[in-house]
């Protein structure tokens, strides 16, 4: 049989196929569908979601779901139909509800993640439709809010996509939903469901194709999907026995890989090729869920898909189905969506069992007492306890194959006294899924209540106590701990003795990370479980119980924003340019842009150690990989040319290390080869030699080190900050101080969607023109001219939107670019990078770490007389911009009245990968710092912090002394109302009584509340424009700045809409749909410098503007003409015709630059969070966060809203979850969504106000309009400071207890809360033995 599937409809026929070739693989190069984009390729972000539909022809049935295009293979969707976000709609036969309304709703700003977030919603919404059809199931709030779970956005911060979702919930009450452009506030309900572009299922929800449902019917009797063996090295048996002869014959057929889903290649990576692969999952008896009749218990083919058996467990209504609801409802978090309908029980049970994948569903089935039955070589089925499957040799690479899991019925004896306990925990990063737990646990217990007066309370009749993802092999059973408790009456000192026992069971491997992490949490679980029983005597689950926590809470949200019409349309809530060809997928990325037949693809090998010389560098066997057509290095540079890969005003980075690698990741050489799947496997089977012999020189591997060497980035004297004030004499002044306190800060990684990416094209007369998706292609553009050692008119950088900077985008985008250009400058071919994420996490360099011992004087009543301190910054290796370090953390570190300041702030240059601008670079650090030193301050005096903040707060006389000219006028500085205005909004002092109180009432929940200011300084840069009139009367802008998702197109269409507005003829003010911004492009428009610093938008508004009031100018004696002549009735089409007639030059162009004296500003606004943790897991949920902003006439308030809500959840993955660190070599430990944890939508605030205030008029600004872009994020330190505060009140609480023994946690107020603060960091401050001091306490009494 052929492999036919349909895609949004078409039919498509593959002759023969690399079996190993995923359907996004199919759809991106060889369809012209491109919506499903490659963020991860591991199943962890849901930008390749694409809609599968089978179509059943017994029932005559379709049955729809989200999978991964990433992982699914295409030989398993024969005879299937997928639709990609374009299939749902797009700009020709017209868009999607889903589409308009994530436009309307503001939901997509780089939209690279925008198609798979509207695939979940439409699948989502698809499932509710086709369940409502038998049932009374609809899409609710609920639904919508999970729906987008499982897929990540780095720009949004996910409200106003949970609001897009929400807007097709049953239940949902319209006047819920944020801000929007389908109607205005107070607006009734009729108008705003008028407004919203209509949904109706049966016109909106995709049909299958009728070809195939055909085929498909004319094939009923064969059910399976039986592809030619020999054309596709697929086979699908029907049946065990077919199976059964197919490994049999295994030998013959060379290396077998069964399959189901094909997830489990999301966590292995397969590097290993497979002559043939065995789809199992159309094997009837492998594929069921049996419930088997009377208390027998459930059968679960192996086949069966996670999805299925949760939806079959929920359904059971058996006297065991308070226990299989509980295991259903934990294993709705497993991966996501997409992963739980593609992946498989037994697919998890043998990647757990082979591979010790951390899996919870061998936990939850070993609670249960499973056994599993294996088809083994001999034809027999062999039955055997999970435990000792578990302990079996790996069933992979043999002919084992798993059929299916039974799980017996587990009933109690009926009597009253007996109760049956079920419950399971999952201590993980995200609550609702995506992220592996650092510990799972399932426990079932008989317990009986005994009233004799010996023997009063519970006892645990018979107990097991699963465990699972701690570090171990496997899931294991605390068998130790279940027989100590069987029999034995709960009381604390059994409890106590129970937890010593366990603590000597889960051992997590050696280099698990979080070790005692992950101990203590196992006692915390069995803690939680058995000591409701002590205490009250029944079970409750109040405090910790996730599972029963299964549903999202609803998130709610209100934004406060001010549209002015002043500028028309400029201030206006315009939709962002091209939102719904983001949402429908059709936008061009530069991956997008359809390659020529010849063109190669690169990847980069990067080494693994520092300072070493490379000796060579070979592939493993010296066999050269599939493939690979070169492999370049620095010596394949141009004799001509430079090795360069990078530059900025302070300095050049090479492009490959030369005869020494400086650094863990530094580039070596890019493989060259015919696709970028064989590239990127190359890179992986490259194998460097290193020699250390002859160096003599240590690698510099910190901070101290490089004080140590003096190794240092020189900062010139122009850009280091200035002390304020007299140290000496404050210090004198003060009555209290702290000596050299120390704060150390991580990295962070920019996890932009789109990774770094290039396309060269060779031309003729060596000239190469690139598409580059930068944040700097002027920068690009001199790079690869230097490199190539050509002159820059020969070549051309292009870059239209790129998906996600932060400013990982600018410097870090260069050697991407410029290696591609050499590949195509050397092969005269055009070279293609696309790099995987792990291969860019690795090499990013991220978020400059740094160290801060400071000293800080301060009166009795909190107010700071001195501070001063020593900062040392990694900067790694290279110059980068690290230069602008010092300047940058000064500036929001001078919020607060430090009395006098003064310091030493040092670049260190070290051994390890540069470090870059990240989103507030430095800004975000030094806000922080001074936070820090605020919360050390308050401790010491006993003082509520937010005194201590207020009495700190600039005055404006204190803010001249500390920003001197950049403080602006007296009226501008809005700070100190701000503070007061959201004191009241945010409910604060009554909040934060109430916080007090439930801090007394609670024992294993503690909430913190704070109050947070910022002051953030921008500068405007030098930016180029250029608006052109074009025959019909439309117009092209071109500008400097890039559209990275931040809305500059947006602000300038509007702009330019609004300039040319003022030539005032008829049609004049409908200008903005006649406005197309365009690509930048490097010879069309030149110096367009970095898009950075949040200010590249007005300045690039700016200069449009500029260009508009000349063109204005030119257009007025003719339009004067007209009007005396058509006696007023001119329209713009006509004076534009009028004006080509006369040889009127209609483009203007200009290169913007501002003022010296006003080019720096300040930005201010405040924050205020309430979080709660939770003791046993060191969880922090953000219960609710209130920010206010000034963004003086907002030019866009839309678009400077989904800034400032991007800017602060990035913030909080900033501070709260997002580990980036290194290995002893220097070398990136996290390398992909596996390990690091971006905020997805169940970690946002739970509640999230924000207010934009419009402080009217600026002089000096752009019409007003005050920067959005980076500010923002500066505002999540009320995140880690409320943290701060309820871990406080857990360590007070700790020391009160009576206990006597080593299991001490320093306790104590005073502590640094590291960032970020993850569970284990904010548990481990809590107390690790916490669990262990509260029984002890209670044994003592
Ligand atoms: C992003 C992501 C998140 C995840 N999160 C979680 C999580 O939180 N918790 C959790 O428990 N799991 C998690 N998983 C694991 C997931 O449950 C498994 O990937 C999935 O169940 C595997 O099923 P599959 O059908 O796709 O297996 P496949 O990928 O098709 O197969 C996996 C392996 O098992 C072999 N195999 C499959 N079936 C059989 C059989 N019947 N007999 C013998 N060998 C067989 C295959 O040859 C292959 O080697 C996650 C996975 C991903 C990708
Ligand atoms: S690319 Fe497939 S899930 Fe990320
Ligand atoms: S809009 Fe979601 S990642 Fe950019």
């Excluded at 690698?661 to 580039?667: D, I, L």
């Excluded at 003064?902 to 240059?909: E, N, R």
């Excluded at 040889?1143 to 405040?1166: F, Q």
């Excluded at 107020?1309 to 209670?1338: H, I, N």
Aim: contains cysteine; proline residues 4%.
């Amino acid at each position: 049989m052929d492999l036919e599937f349909a895609v949004n409809g078409e039919r498509f026929k593959v002759d023969s196929i690399d079996p190993s070739t995923t359907v996004l693989d199919f759809l991106r190069f060889n369809t012209p569908f491109k919506s499903v984009k490659l963020a991860c390729g591991e199943g962890g972000c849901g930008a390749c979601l694409v809609v599968l539909a089978r179509y059943d022809p017994e029932l005559d049935q379709v049955k729809e779901c989200s999978i991964n295009s990433c992982l699914t293979l295409l030989c398993s969707i024969n005879g299937c139909s997928i639709t990609t976000s374009e299939g749902l709609g797009n700009k020709k036969k017209g868009f999607h509800p889903i589409h308009k309304r994530f436009a309307g709703f503001h939901a997509s700003q780089c939209g690279f993640c925008t198609p798979g977030m509207c695939i979940s919603l439409y699948s989502a919404l698809s499932n509710a439709d086709s369940s409502n059809n038998n049932s009374s199931n609809e899409f609710t709030v609920s639904e919508a809010e999970k729906s987008v779970s499982g897929n990540l956005c780095r720009c949004t911060g996910y409200r106003p996509i949970v609001d897009a979702c929400k807007s097709f919930a049953s239940d949902v009450d319209i006047e819920d939903l944020g801000f929007n452009s389908f109607w205005k506030k107070g607006e009734s309900k009729e108008v705003m469901l008028k407004n919203l572009p209509p949904y109706n299922p049966k016109e909106h929800l995709v049909t299958f194709p009728e070809f195939l449902k055909k085929k498909k019917k004319k094939k009923k009797k064969k059910l399976h999907n039986g592809l030619d063996h020999s054309r596709y090295r697929w086979t699908t048996p029907c049946s065990v026995a077919d199976l059964h002869n197919i490994t049999e014959a295994a030998n013959s057929l060379g290396s077998l890989k069964l399959v189901v889903g094909n997830t489990g290649t999301g966590y292995y990576k397969d590097e290993e090729r497979f002559d043939r692969y065995i789809d199992i999952s159309q094997i009837p008896e492998m594929s069921m869920m049996i419930i088997k009749k009377g208390e027998e218990g459930i059968e679960i083919g192996a086949a069966v898909t996670i999805s299925n058996a949760i939806a079959a467990l929920k359904k059971e209504e058996s006297k065991s189905s308070y226990i299989f609801k509980k295991m259903a409802a934990h294993m709705e978090k497993i991966g996501n969506h997409a992963i739980r309908n593609s992946g498989s029980i037994g697919g998890n049970l043998v990647m757990a069992q082979s591979r010790k994948f951390p899996s919870d569903i061998t936990t939850l089935l070993l609670a249960v007492d499973a056994s599993v039955y294996m088809l083994n070589g001999s034809k027999k089925t062999e039955k055997v306890k999970l435990h000792e499957f578990l302990e079996l040799p790996s069933v992979l690479d043999s002919k084992r194959v798993l059929l299916k899991v039974e799980i017996p019925s587990c009933t109690t004896s009926g009597d009253d006294e007996t109760e049956l306990l079920f419950e399971s925990y999952r201590a993980a990063p995200r609550s609702i899924g995506n992220a592996l737990p650092y510990l799972n646990a399932a426990f079932f217990a008989l317990v009986s209540r005994r009233q004799e007066p010996s023997r009063r309370g519970v006892t645990v009749d018979k107990c097991i106590l699963a465990f699972g993802s701690y570090g171990g092999d496997h899931s294991i059973r605390a068998r130790e701990v279940e027989s100590f408790l069987t029999g034995k009456l709960l009381s604390y000192s059994v409890l106590y003795e129970a937890v010593g026992l366990l603590k000597g069971i889960i051992v997590p491997g050696k280099d698990t990370p979080h070790f005692e992490y992950r101990k203590s949490l196992a006692v915390g679980y069995l803690f939680e479980f058995f000591n409701p029983l002590i205490e009250s005597g029944h079970y409750s689950n109040s405090h910790v119980n996730e599972t029963a926590k299964s549903l999202l809470p609803f998130l709610s949200s209100s934004q406060q924003v001010l549209e002015s019409n002043e500028y028309q349309p400029v201030g206006e809530a315009v939709i962002k340019v091209g939102a719904a060809l983001q949402a429908s997928g059709e936008a061009v990325f530069v991956d997008d842009i359809p390659t020529l037949p010849n063109c190669l693809h690169g990847a980069f090998v990067y080494s693994t150690e520092r300072l070493t010389k490379i000796k060579s560098i070979n592939f493993r066997e010296n066999v050269i990989p599939t493939g690979v057509f070169a492999v370049l290095t620095s010596k394949d540079i141009p004799k001509q040319g430079q090795n360069i890969g990078s530059k900025t005003v302070f300095g050049a980075g090479p492009l490959f290390a030369d005869e020494l690698t400086q650094f863990a990741g530094q580039r070596i050489a890019l493989v060259v080869a015919d696709t970028q799947k064989h590239a990127d496997m190359a890179a992986k089977l490259a194998v460097v030699e290193y020699d250390t012999k002859n160096i003599e020189e240590e690698p510099i591997l910190t901070v101290e080190d490089a004080v140590k060497r003096c190794s240092f980035f020189e900062v010139h004297p122009m850009i280091y900050p200035e002390p304020v004030g007299d140290v000496l004499k404050g210090m004198e002044e003060a009555e209290r101080k702290i000596i050299s306190a120390e704060l150390r800060l991580g990295s962070q990684y920019f996890f932009y969607m789109e990774p770094q990416t290039a396309l060269a094209l060779p031309d003729e007369d060596d000239c190469v023109k690139v598409y580059s998706s930068s944040q700097a292609p002027e920068y690009v553009h001199s790079v690869i001219a230097t490199c190539l050692g050509i002159q820059e008119h020969n070549v051309r950088v292009i870059t239209r939107r790129v998906g996600g900077g932060f400013g990982g985008k600018a410097v870090k985008s260069m050697p991407v670019a410029t290696a591609c250009a050499l590949g195509a400058y050397k092969l005269q071919r055009p070279v293609k990078m696309y790099m995987n994420r792990r291969t860019d996490m690795v090499m990013a360099g991220g978020r400059h770490p740094m160290k801060i011992t400071y000293d800080v004087g301060f009166r009795a009543d909190g107010k700071v007389t001195a501070l001063e301190f020593i900062m040392l910054i990694d900067a790694g290796l290279e110059p980068d911009i690290s230069a602008i370090m010092p300047r940058n953390i000064m500036g929001p570190l001078r919020k607060y009245d430090w009395g006098a300041l003064s310091f030493d702030i040092k670049v260190c240059k070290t051994n390890s990968p540069s470090r870059t601008a990240m989103r507030a670079p430095g800004e975000v650090q030094g806000s922080y710092i001074a936070e820090s030193i605020i919360e050390n301050v308050a401790t010491s005096l006993q003082m509520d912090v937010d005194a201590v903040r207020k009495i700190n707060l600039h005055s404006y006389e204190s803010l001249r002394k500390f920003y001197t000219h950049i403080s602006g006028d007296p009226d501008e500085y809005t700070l100190t109302l701000l503070w007061d205005k959201l004191e009241i909004s945010s409910k604060f002092k009554e909040r934060a009584e109430m916080v007090k109180e439930f801090n007394v009432c609670n024992v294993w929940r503690k909430r913190g509340i704070s109050r947070v200011p910022i002051i953030h300084q921008v500068m405007q840069r030098p930016t180029p424009g250029k608006v052109s009139i074009l025959s019909d009367g439309s117009v092209v802008v071109e500008v400097g700045g890039i559209e990275l998702g931040q809305g500059l197109w947006t602000k300038v269409q509007q702009m330019v809409a609004y300039g040319l507005g003022l030539v005032k003829c008829q049609g004049s003010d409908k200008l903005l749909e006649r406005v197309r911004v365009v690509q930048s492009d490097t010879l069309g428009m030149i110096q367009g410098g970095f898009t950075a610093g949040s200010t590249t938008s007005e300045s690039s508004c700016e200069a449009v503007r500029l260009c508009c009031v000349i063109l204005v100018e030119r257009l007025k004696p003719t339009m004067d003409q007209m009007m005396m002549e058509k006696s007023g009735s001119v329209t713009w089409t006509m004076l534009i015709q009028q004006a080509y007639g006369q040889s009127i030059n209609l483009s203007a162009s200009t290169l913007y630059t501002p003022e010296y004296a006003s080019m720096e500003y300040l930005n201010y606004g405040v924050g205020v969070s309430e979080v709660e943790v939770d003791l046993v897991t060191g969880k922090t949920e953000i219960l609710r966060s209130d920010i206010i902003y000034d963004s003086g006439k907002s030019l866009n308030p839309a678009v400077d809203l989904g800034q400032i809500e991007g800017a602060f959840v990035q913030g909080i993955g900033f501070f709260m979850m997002e580990e980036y660190t290194t290995d002893e070599k220097g070398l990136v430990v996290q390398q992909g969504t596996w390990d690091y944890k971006i905020p997805t939508v169940d970690t946002i605030p739970k509640h999230f106000n924000v207010e934009i205030v419009n402080s009217g008029h600026h002089k000096d600004r752009v019409l007003s309009s005050k920067a959005s872009g980076e500010p923002p994020m500066l505002m999540a330190a009320s995140v880690h400071c409320a943290t701060r505060s309820a871990i406080r009140e857990a360590r007070k609480q700790s020391l009160s207890w009576n206990c006597h023994d080593g299991n001490r946690d320093e306790s104590g107020t005073d502590f640094e809360l590291p960032v970020p603060a993850t569970m284990p960091v904010v548990k481990s401050l809590c107390g690790l033995y916490s669990v262990e001091r509260y029984l002890q306490g209670k044994i003592l009494g």
